[in-house]
């Protein structure tokens, strides 16, 4: 038999056809065809009328083996992966989409820019699967635990100097806080912890890690050791002392696991996004429209970067 001879057919389209022959033949009548086939009894009519003047093939839908209607222009294709192949080597699909639809006005989904790129064999970031860890339920309101961290990244990557930014993140809703800063002290420690407050409060607790800032590793002085304690407190442990704040150290990074996600995210996202603004450097006190920006970074967890960000200009 020659290959024009042969049909692919779908399940549903041989079990259809068997049914129109069974009507065809009086074995069954055309109302019972089309309650079995799911069809209206008025499309299994024009279904039968097809398969008598065509055969098998009228089973077929017309537009089997041609290109869909809906299909994306063979031009457009071509300027989105050389746009990406240009400009966003080392992005995501999800990014990539998003940046081409915001910097070049091309709307394309990321999952047809995905599949776009393996056709055409380029690279692109893909995330790596994580390893399986308990997973420790969200406090149960906003306020009763905040995780916060120190991100050490050269976020401008070579541009200017390095900086580290301080994140807070609410256990229970993802509420984001941030903050630049020239290194991870006790200023920058309670300067961010002041910038938190004054927009969301004071919270119950701090979930953090054993940084030398927040856990001296000296031993206690007299006076410590006279009240108590058995280790000595750093000036930020002092200072929630008196604001009446639990201090909480997580024994590894997974433990504090939000916060180390959501500076994932701003080490892949906000890099990127100071590389397009060309930032290379640190004023205080000056707007940025880059930063003032940075909430659609971590919109997906129903989270927003403070507008107060230390803001970044051109050198």
């Given at each position: 038999?020659d290959g024009?001879?042969?049909?692919?057919?779908?399940?549903?389209?041989?079990?259809?056809?068997?049914?129109?022959?069974?009507?065809?033949?009086?074995?069954?009548s055309?109302?019972?065809a089309?309650?079995?086939?799911?069809l209206s009894?008025?499309?299994?009519?024009?279904?039968?009328?097809r398969?008598?003047?065509?055969?098998?093939?009228?089973?077929?839908?017309?537009?089997r083996g041609?290109?869909?209607?809906?299909?994306?222009a063979?031009k457009?294709?071509?300027k989105?992966?050389?746009?990406?192949?240009?400009h966003?080597?080392?992005?995501?699909?999800?990014?990539?989409?998003?940046?081409?639809?915001?910097?070049?006005?091309?709307?394309?989904h990321?999952?047809?820019l995905r599949?776009?790129l393996?056709?055409?064999?380029?690279p692109?970031?893909?995330?790596?699967?994580?390893p399986?860890?308990?997973?420790?339920?969200?406090?149960?309101c906003f306020?009763?635990?905040v995780?916060?961290?120190?991100?050490?990244h050269?976020?401008l990557?070579?541009?200017?100097?390095?900086l580290?930014?301080?994140?807070?993140?609410?256990?229970?809703?993802?509420t984001?806080?941030?903050?630049?800063?020239?290194?991870?002290?006790?200023?920058?420690?309670l300067?961010?912890?002041?910038s938190?407050?004054?927009?969301?409060?004071?919270p119950?607790?701090?979930?953090?890690?054993k940084?030398t800032?927040?856990?001296?590793?000296q031993?206690?002085?007299?006076e410590?050791?006279l009240?108590?304690?058995?280790?000595?407190?750093?000036?930020?442990?002092?200072?929630?002392?008196?604001?009446?704040?639990?201090v909480?150290?997580a024994?590894?990074?997974?433990?504090k696991?939000r916060?180390?996600?959501?500076?994932?995210?701003?080490?892949d996202?906000?890099?990127?996004e100071?590389?397009?603004?060309g930032?290379?450097?640190l004023?205080?006190?000056?707007a940025?429209a880059?930063?003032?920006d940075?909430?659609?970074f971590h919109?997906q967890?129903k989270?927003?970067v403070?507008?107060?960000?230390?803001?970044?200009?051109k050198?």
């Amino acid at each position: 038999m020659d290959g024009e001879d042969l049909l692919r057919m779908k399940p549903h389209e041989i079990k259809r056809l068997h049914l129109i022959y069974q009507a065809l033949e009086q074995r069954i009548s055309q109302k019972q065809a089309a309650e079995v086939a799911g069809l209206s009894l008025r499309q299994m009519r024009r279904l039968m009328k097809r398969v008598e003047a065509e055969g098998d093939r009228g089973i077929l839908h017309r537009r089997r083996g041609q290109p869909s209607n809906r299909r994306i222009a063979d031009k457009t294709k071509q300027k989105v992966l050389a746009l990406f192949e240009k400009h966003y080597p080392d992005y995501g699909p999800t990014l990539a989409s998003e940046k081409l639809h915001e910097r070049h006005r091309i709307e394309i989904h990321p999952e047809t820019l995905r599949l776009w790129l393996r056709q055409a064999g380029l690279p692109y970031k893909q995330r790596k699967a994580r390893p399986h860890r308990q997973w420790r339920p969200r406090r149960s309101c906003f306020g009763e635990m905040v995780q916060r961290d120190g991100s050490h990244h050269d976020w401008l990557e070579g541009r200017g100097p390095k900086l580290v930014l301080m994140g807070y993140i609410d256990d229970a809703t993802s509420t984001v806080e941030a903050r630049f800063y020239a290194h991870e002290g006790t200023v920058p420690a309670l300067d961010s912890f002041r910038s938190w407050v004054q927009r969301y409060g004071i919270p119950c607790s701090v979930y953090l890690d054993k940084h030398t800032t927040y856990r001296p590793p000296q031993a206690p002085t007299v006076e410590e050791q006279l009240q108590g304690r058995e280790q000595s407190q750093s000036q930020f442990q002092r200072a929630m002392s008196e604001l009446g704040v639990a201090v909480i150290h997580a024994h590894s990074p997974a433990a504090k696991g939000r916060i180390e996600r959501l500076f994932q995210t701003l080490q892949d996202r906000l890099v990127k996004e100071l590389r397009l603004g060309g930032a290379s450097t640190l004023v205080l006190k000056q707007a940025s429209a880059i930063l003032r920006d940075a909430e659609k970074f971590h919109a997906q967890q129903k989270a927003f970067v403070n507008e107060r960000l230390e803001p970044w200009t051109k050198s």
